[in-house]
């Protein structure tokens, strides 16, 4: 079965440094790779997906993430957080075809961005 | 982007009661969605696959009997927890999916004294 694993499960940082999240995923088929984000109380929201194509993908907020297919990765980062992005960050993977909508989630990453 | 509720938002109930959360699908079509659980401080767990028109599909492990899914239109889908115990506490959330991408509800906060 597939399984999504994050490295980090909690990052603290100040404002204006650099982020980076890990995110491997374990299949050796065609996959579809998302990251979103839950802000504190609210609702899970995307952040940015990859589907195909240039494996470098631009999000919202200033967000990107790396598709590595020999690595299984797909790492978030940021060059510079600001105090509203202290969130939760969850990486997430549906496998392409039939079952492709089935989403299979990582432990999540809580991120505190200090004033 | 598509738009999917829930309701309720929150519920406290009685251990032994049952209760019902709708997810619905505002803007679009879902011939399909999704169930999951979330733990306080843990990820999203599926749960169950709602399929409209026919039986949902289980997690292993998820008690099909207990966790109650009817899909009955194709913007609407209910999971009922029934004869629910506090160790069924736990935020609750649905999504849908639109050309590959899930859309998630708000989820339902589910309390059981």
């Known amino acids: 079965a597939q399984s999504v694993s994050q490295h980090n499960h909690h990052v603290i940082l100040s404002e204006a440094a650099s982020l980076e999240l890990g995110c491997n995923y374990s299949y050796g088929g065609t996959v579809n790779l998302f990251w979103y984000v839950q802000y504190p109380g609210q609702h899970l929201q995307l952040l940015l997906k990859?589907?195909?194509?240039?494996?470098l993908v631009k999000g919202i907020k200033g967000f990107e993430a790396e598709f590595i297919k020999s690595k299984f990765s797909f790492n978030l980062r940021k060059p510079s957080v600001q105090w509203s992005d202290t969130a939760e960050y969850f990486c997430a993977v549906t496998l392409t075809g039939a079952a492709g909508n089935k989403l299979t989630f990582g432990g999540g990453t809580r991120v505190l961005v200090k004033p | 982007g598509a738009v999917v509720s829930q309701h309720p938002s929150w519920v406290i109930c009685k251990s032994g009661t049952s209760v019902k959360i709708e997810c619905r699908s505002l803007?679009?079509?879902?011939?399909?969605m999704f169930w999951y659980r979330q733990f306080p401080k843990q990820s999203l767990m599926l749960m169950a696959t709602?399929?409209?028109?026919?039986?949902?599909?289980?997690e292993q492990g998820v008690e099909k009997d207990k966790f109650l899914i009817n899909h009955a239109s194709l913007t609407l889908s209910t999971l009922t927890v029934t004869s629910a115990h506090p160790e069924d506490s736990s935020f609750y959330i649905c999504?849908?999916?639109?050309?590959?991408?899930?859309?998630f509800g708000p989820g339902t906060r589910l309390t059981v004294l």
């Open positions: 999504s849908a999916p639109v050309y590959g991408e899930q859309f």
């Open positions: 990859y589907f195909s194509g240039d494996p």
């Open positions: 803007d679009f079509q879902a011939t399909t």
């Open positions: 709602s399929n409209e028109g026919s039986k949902a599909t289980y």
